[in-house]
């Protein structure tokens, strides 16, 4: 995977630069596919989990309107680059195995290389690229909809959302927003190699393609957590400023 | 106008569908009639265990080191850093350990099950079954959601283990600004039993989804060895929000009324 990865960055660098187009039929393949489920689980995990515990929370404390100050640390920090991979991953992921997995064993990977086509270049070079970009992307667009989950608890309760927005723009920062971003394409990144590398691996038939999948979904989940874990050590530890409650 | 109605109209005859299935799935096991496959239930329930429990509980594990920074790094902000506890208590047992549970539970599980029964079908394998009188529904499908009803509250507890002793180490240990005494009191505080059990409900809830769901996708998959994968691929896009609106109900009816927490009244 490593090697897959040093070929991908490599390849997409150098000239000539084949995959214009097929960077942008993968990119509305994407945006196609996941633009639905992710409304649902952005707007249900918004409302469920940050949403309505810490507003239960906050109201013992007659303290609502800081809601707004904890949306930030929990959508844009944690939530919303988190939900958009596990999305991306579960949705666009799959796809992406079971599309180029099919394409292995019916061996037309193997015909592109004997007409002299560089299967990484033209086919692993745009899915990367485009995955990393959509993924960025559609943070910004969870975001929006994790803290619709937060304005929906706020009325839930019954308060105004005046305070709400007080707190949150208090409290958000330019850190928090790049980070959030950036972490997602490095999501994406992962999720794109993981997914082709299984694809591109797979053998054994209609099982395998079946297996690799399933194997690719597991590899990108776990990457990606590891990785959201190092990263928010990283970033918490760093910028000891974005920690402080305003 | 047509092509408008046209997508919605598909979603709702699929999940139809679903439902027929399901319901015909769960007759077989409230009629009894998967007890004659007792054996297979258990050798499902083996292979669940040795192949997913393990990476179940390292995902969990992951998702409660999590929590725990978070949690330490936010109460530090408010000036109460010996309250990370809290966090850490609701965070891992009532929201994260549910979702991080359902989404490798759709990963690992969901998508196996399509693989496997997938390629059984497209293989003619239980064509195979129906023409040698083996029904293939109480054979194939109900023993597998049997097992898991067997399993899986044994595993989630594991996992719930996990996610705690994960927000353990990542507070008390790593960060290192709570004495293990103190964390522990504040941690056991915010919770007791009835949200265990209130968790594992959620977390059954999800399992029993995704083993259905999963179940459906693999039983009905068609169009050779490109139809399994997309068939595969089909059922975690459907796993995945399903997950997201259950813990989002569950919170809602366990705790969207009544807090509890031990302040106040």
């Known amino acids: ?246 | 106008m047509r092509g408008a109605i046209a997508a919605p109209r598909g979603w709702l005859e699929s999940a139809g569908d679903v439902a027929i299935f399901c319901a015909r799935v769960l007759s077989q096991i409230a009629s009894g009639r998967v007890l004659r496959f007792t054996g297979e239930s258990l050798r499902q329930a083996g292979i669940l265990i040795l192949s997913s429990a393990l990476v179940i509980c390292g995902l969990v594990f992951i998702i409660g080191l999590q929590c725990g920074i978070e949690g330490a790094y936010f109460t530090r902000a408010q000036g109460t850093p010996a309250y990370a506890g809290v966090f850490s208590a609701w965070c891992d047992l009532r929201e994260l350990v549910p979702y991080a549970f359902g989404y490798m539970m759709a990963a690992k599980v969901g998508t196996g099950l399509v693989a496997e029964i997938g390629s059984m079908r497209i293989t003619d394998e239980i064509d195979a079954m129906e023409v040698m009188g083996i029904p293939s529904i109480a054979f194939l499908c109900a023993t597998r959601l049997v097992a898991a009803w067997i399993v899986l509250p044994f595993v989630y507890i594991a996992a719930v283990g996990a996610g705690f002793f994960a927000s353990y180490l990542a507070v008390v240990v790593q960060i290192g600004e709570v004495s293990s005494g103190g964390f522990f009191l504040i941690f056991w505080m915010f919770q007791n039993p009835p949200d265990l059990l209130f968790s594992v409900i959620k977390g059954m809830a999800m399992a029993t989804t995704i083993v259905l769901i999963g179940l459906y996708y693999g039983y009905h998959a068609s169009g050779g060895p490109v139809g399994v994968g997309t068939a595969t691929a089909k059922s975690m896009v459907v796993n995945i929000v399903l997950v997201h609106l259950i813990g989002m109900l569950g919170t809602q009816v366990f705790w969207g009324a009544n807090p509890r927490a031990p302040i106040g009244g």
């Open chain 1, 1 to 246: 995977m490593m090697i897959l990865t040093g070929k991908t960055i490599v390849s997409a660098a150098r000239p000539p630069y084949p995959y214009g187009g097929e960077f942008v039929s993968q990119f509305m393949f994407v945006l196609r596919l996941v633009w639905f489920p992710l409304i649902v689980s952005t707007v249900a995990f918004g409302y469920g989990a940050p949403g309505l515990q810490a507003a239960n929370f906050l109201v013992l404390f007659g303290a609502l309107d800081r809601l707004g100050g904890f949306f930030v640390l929990a959508s844009i920090r944690e939530f919303a680059p988190f939900v958009t991979a596990i999305v991306v991953a579960g949705v666009a992921g799959t796809a992406i195995t079971a599309d180029l997995g099919a394409r292995k064993i019916r061996e037309e990977l193997d015909a592109l290389q004997v007409l002299g086509v560089d299967p990484v270049k033209n086919l692993v070079v745009p899915r990367f690229l485009a995955l990393m970009l959509v993924t960025g992307l559609f943070d910004i667009y969870a975001l929006l909809f994790g803290i619709f989950g937060g304005i929906l608890a706020t009325l839930v309760n019954g308060a105004p959302l005046g305070p709400f927005w007080a707190t949150f723009f208090t409290n958000a920062s330019t850190t928090d927003l790049w980070g959030s971003v950036l972490k997602c394409t490095m999501f994406g990144a992962i999720i794109a190699i993981v997914c082709c590398y299984k694809g591109m691996t797979a053998s054994g038939g209609a099982e395998g393609v079946g297996r690799a999948v399933n194997q690719a979904v597991v590899i990108a989940l776990l990457g990606v957590f590891a990785f959201n874990y190092v990263f928010t050590q990283t970033l918490l530890a760093t910028h000891p400023e974005i920690t402080v409650i305003r």
